[in-house]
């Protein structure tokens, strides 16, 4: 297969992709479908050997996916539900002062949004960007971007977030290396794109909160009987904690800086993200639930509610598993690694501008990012390289999936009549915060690469 040839296949795939989801509307799950049993066509495959690719690629992928999301839904809907979100908010905000309270929104939605998801999380606090609008008469944005940001920053790189979750798995790295790194590349993104960009945004653009100010979903919770940001804090840091740790220990056995025991098996299993996240939706179910008056139906309803939007996600994921088996199976991917071995670009520059590209085009960060998760995994198997290395590809391919969020992507709407933004005001704020993170996201990542 010449290598001509071989763009040609990649190329025509995406396009077969993008033309399915936009001008035929079709799902994005059956459109990853036919665009994987194309490329297995088009590249000579038996067509036996498609469909066993189809399921060994849908299998392998929701083995792992399908339990971390569904686990972390639930676990983001107690959060939700009980008033976890906003309690942070308003613990945050007193702590940081009006005058900083850019700062504690930034930080606010950085946390928040690891375990709810970002347009869930979004809703829930900004009657709090409203409140203190009203107070300060600053626009909106100079308190909405920074939760924005956080949200937005938090949602594309630090897992148990779906994205990141989904992109791990594709390119098989350990999720601890994901958070570890999502941290350290996602937090000074979120204050270039939060705080700073929303102090320079908030001067040419002066919003006040729309007149129907209380526009929030029906809560569950008592405004005045809110759980402890301790509480919350500690829930949250649960999960990240254990796999950090099973991270770590996995690395000193690895490196023999300590040798296998019981205790490293122990720690290696509680810190395995089924395990932690196990661990922690059952603490949430209990202290965010049960302790606060929650009976047993309301939480079988909550985490019935919470598998609903997960779902969606799951599929597609899969779907993007099919992909990546496919250009595998077929060779494809060898013959792609062999090609770029030659090539000036890096994998991580090829990652983030193919997940740029995706995102553009059609509007679905996940899409985006599960499409360039499946072509470029079989090209990283070639280059044998480490976790924290194929940490950073994922976090590349993050960043180029939330760039330019404009018309044709759902969030754009969502602030942009949250805010009360006309479609220029919102390509002004929002566009350019998304594409700040994109951007910057790239850049730390990049920095980050050299010390690994």
């Given at each position: 297969?010449?290598?001509?040839?071989?763009i040609?296949?990649?190329?025509?795939?995406v396009?077969?992709?993008?033309?399915l989801?936009l001008?035929l509307?079709?799902?994005?799950?059956i459109?990853?479908?036919m665009?994987?049993i194309?490329v297995?066509?088009?590249s000579?495959?038996?067509?036996?050997?498609?469909t066993?690719?189809?399921?060994?690629?849908?299998?392998?992928?929701?083995?792992?996916?399908?339990t971390?999301?569904?686990?972390g839904?639930?676990?983001?809907?107690?959060?939700?539900?009980?008033?976890?979100?906003?309690s942070?908010?308003?613990?945050?905000?007193?702590?940081?002062?009006?005058?900083?309270?850019?700062?504690a929104m930034v930080?606010?939605?950085?946390?928040?949004?690891i375990?709810v998801?970002?347009?869930v999380?979004?809703?829930?606090?900004?009657?709090?960007?409203?409140?203190?609008?009203?107070?300060?008469?600053k626009?909106l944005l100079?308190?909405?971007i920074?939760?924005?940001?956080?949200?937005?920053?938090?949602?594309?790189?630090?897992?148990?977030?779906?994205?990141p979750?989904?992109v791990?798995?594709?390119?098989?790295?350990?999720?601890?290396?994901?958070?570890?790194?999502?941290?350290?590349?996602?937090?000074?993104?979120?204050?270039?794109?939060?705080?700073?960009?929303?102090k320079?945004?908030?001067?040419?653009?002066?919003?006040?909160?729309?007149?129907?100010?209380a526009?929030?979903?029906?809560?569950?919770?008592?405004?005045?009987?809110?759980p402890?940001?301790?509480l919350?804090?500690?829930?949250?840091?649960?999960?990240?904690f254990?796999i950090l740790?099973?991270?770590?220990t996995?690395?000193?056995?690895?490196?023999?800086w300590?040798?296998?025991?019981?205790?490293?098996?122990i720690?290696?299993?509680l810190?395995?993200?089924?395990?932690?996240?196990?661990?922690a939706?059952?603490?949430?179910?209990?202290?965010?639930?049960i302790?606060?008056?929650?009976?047993?139906?309301?939480?079988?309803?909550?985490s019935?509610?919470?598998?609903?939007p997960?779902?969606?996600?799951i599929?597609i994921?899969?779907?993007?598993?099919?992909l990546?088996?496919v250009?595998?199976?077929?060779?494809?991917?060898?013959?792609?690694?062999?090609?770029?071995?030659?090539?000036a670009?890096?994998?991580?520059?090829?990652?983030w501008?193919?997940?740029?590209?995706?995102?553009?085009?059609?509007?679905?960060?996940t899409?985006?990012?599960?499409t360039?998760?499946?072509?470029i995994?079989?090209?990283?198997?070639?280059f044998n390289?480490?976790?924290?290395?194929r940490?950073l590809?994922v976090?590349?391919?993050?960043?180029g999936?939330?760039?330019l969020?404009?018309?044709?992507?759902?969030?754009f709407?969502?602030?942009?009549?949250?805010?009360?933004?006309?479609?220029?005001?919102?390509l002004?704020s929002?566009?350019?915060?998304?594409?700040?993170?994109a951007?910057?996201?790239l850049?730390f990542?990049?920095?980050t690469s050299?010390?690994?």
């Open positions: 297969m010449s290598t001509s040839f071989l040609f296949i990649v190329i025509s795939a396009a077969l992709l993008l033309f989801v001008k509307k079709i799902s994005a799950f459109s990853l479908l665009s994987a194309y297995g066509i088009i000579g495959m038996p067509l036996k050997d498609v066993t690719a189809i399921q060994n690629g849908m299998a392998g992928t929701l083995g792992f996916v399908a971390v999301v569904g686990l839904a639930i676990f983001g809907q107690m959060l939700e539900s009980s008033g976890g979100a906003e942070l908010a308003h613990y945050l905000v007193k702590k940081f002062g009006t005058d900083r309270a850019s700062w930080i606010t939605g950085f946390i928040v949004a375990p998801f970002f347009d999380g979004f809703i829930i606090l900004v009657p709090i960007v409203y409140a203190l609008s009203r107070d300060t008469k626009s100079y308190y909405g920074p939760l924005l940001a956080g949200l937005a920053a938090t949602h594309s790189f630090i897992p148990p977030t779906p994205g979750v989904a791990a798995d594709i390119v098989n790295v350990q999720l601890g290396w994901v958070i570890l790194l999502g941290l350290i590349v996602g937090f000074p993104t979120a204050v270039i794109a939060g705080p700073v960009w929303g320079i945004i908030s001067k040419r653009i002066y919003l006040e909160p729309p007149a129907e100010f526009i929030t979903k029906e809560k569950t919770y008592d405004d005045k009987k809110l402890s940001f301790g919350i804090a500690l829930i949250i840091a649960i999960p990240l254990l740790v099973n991270t770590f996995s690395l000193a056995v690895q490196k023999a300590v040798e296998q025991g019981i205790l490293t098996d720690l290696e299993f810190g395995h993200p089924f395990t932690a996240l196990i661990i939706t059952l603490i949430a179910i209990y202290f965010l639930g302790k606060r008056g929650f009976d047993k139906k309301q939480i079988l309803d909550l019935t509610k919470a598998l609903g997960a779902g969606i996600i599929l994921t899969g779907a993007g598993g099919v990546k088996q250009l595998v199976d077929s060779g494809i991917g060898k013959i792609m690694a062999e090609s770029m071995a030659n090539s670009l890096p994998p991580i520059l090829l990652a501008i193919l997940a740029a590209i995706v995102r553009v085009t059609q509007g679905s960060s899409v985006a990012m599960i360039a998760a499946g072509i995994a079989p090209v990283l198997s070639e390289l480490s976790d924290p290395q940490a590809v976090l590349s391919i993050a960043s999936a939330t760039i969020s404009h018309v044709n992507d759902s969030g709407w969502l602030v942009g009549k949250y805010f009360g933004m006309n479609e220029k005001q919102t002004q929002w566009t350019v915060m998304e594409t700040l993170i951007v910057c996201g850049g990542t990049m920095l050299l010390f690994f």
